[in-house]
T-cell receptor
Framework: KQEVTQIPAALSVPEGENLVLNCSFT??????LQWFRQDPGKGLTSLLL?????REQTSGRLNASLDKSSGRSTLYIAASQPGDSATYLC??????????FGKGTHLIIQP | SQTIHQWPATLVQPVGSPLSLECTVE??????LYWYRQAAGRGLQLLFY??????ISSEVPQNLSASRPQDRQFILSSKKLLLSDSGFYLC????????????FGQGTRLTVV
């Protein structure tokens, strides 16, 4: 059974810092990995999707990498802003039966 | 563009009462549809998924059921709610196939009292 772990569980940094969120998964037989953002009491917003054949994806200040063989992904946020404060979720797709999620990293960017 | 609608946003129901949560998707055909539950400290758990009308797969045994009466409509139901059914319920869709992103609705906060 696939298990996804996100480290750290919580992170608080001052505005302007670059930061890295980590995600690991136990079964490397995945089709893709997706990073989401969740604001309190809201649904999930898709940030980046990395196919299993890809190494990284970029969108603005966000860069996600994937090392499928080692079961790891990182989300890099450059020049963090208070508006980046949210919970970040990593999820892997192993088949048509949906995504397996980590428990998330709760991020606070201090103004 | 595709959009997903989920309602109601919040719901407070007594133990033993029925439940019906609805999710609809616009702007796409034959999507894969999903119901997830997010409980405090436990992350998102997949409850049901559907690859077509009338096709429902359940991931965990529970007090809930799902139906897909139309191509872009997904309903989560219960005949009698339990306290343990409280949580944040999220509907999601993805295009047919395994290479596509999943997109989520805004969720329903269910409190069973």
């Amino acid at each position: 059974k696939q298990e996804v772990t996100q480290i750290p569980a919580a992170l608080s940094v001052p505005e302007g810092e670059n930061l890295v969120l980590n995600c690991s998964f136990t079964d490397s037989a995945i089709y893709n990995l997706q990073w989401f953002r969740q604001d309190p009491g809201k649904g999930l917003t898709s940030l980046l999707l990395i196919q299993s054949s890809q190494r990284e994806q970029t969108s603005g200040r966000l860069n996600a990498s994937l090392d499928k063989s080692s079961g790891r992904s990182t989300l890099y946020i450059a020049a963090s802003q208070p508006g980046d404060s949210a919970t970040y979720l990593c999820a892997v797709r192993g088949g048509a039966d949906g995504l397996t999620f980590g428990k998330g990293t709760h991020l606070i960017i201090q103004p | 563009s595709q959009t997903i609608h989920q309602w109601p946003a919040t719901l407070v129901q007594p133990v033993g009462s029925p439940l019906s949560l609805e999710c609809t998707v616009e702007g796409t055909s034959n999507p894969n549809l999903y119901w997830y539950r997010q409980a405090a400290g436990r992350g998102l758990q997949l409850l049901f998924y559907s690859v077509g009308i009338g096709q429902i797969s359940s991931e965990v045994p529970q007090n809930l059921s799902a139906s897909r009466p139309q191509d872009r409509q997904f309903i989560l139901s219960s005949k009698k709610l339990l306290l343990s059914d409280s949580g944040f319920y999220l509907c999601a869709w993805s295009a047919t196939g395994l290479a596509y992103s999943a997109f989520f609705g805004q969720g329903t906060r269910l409190t069973v009292v």
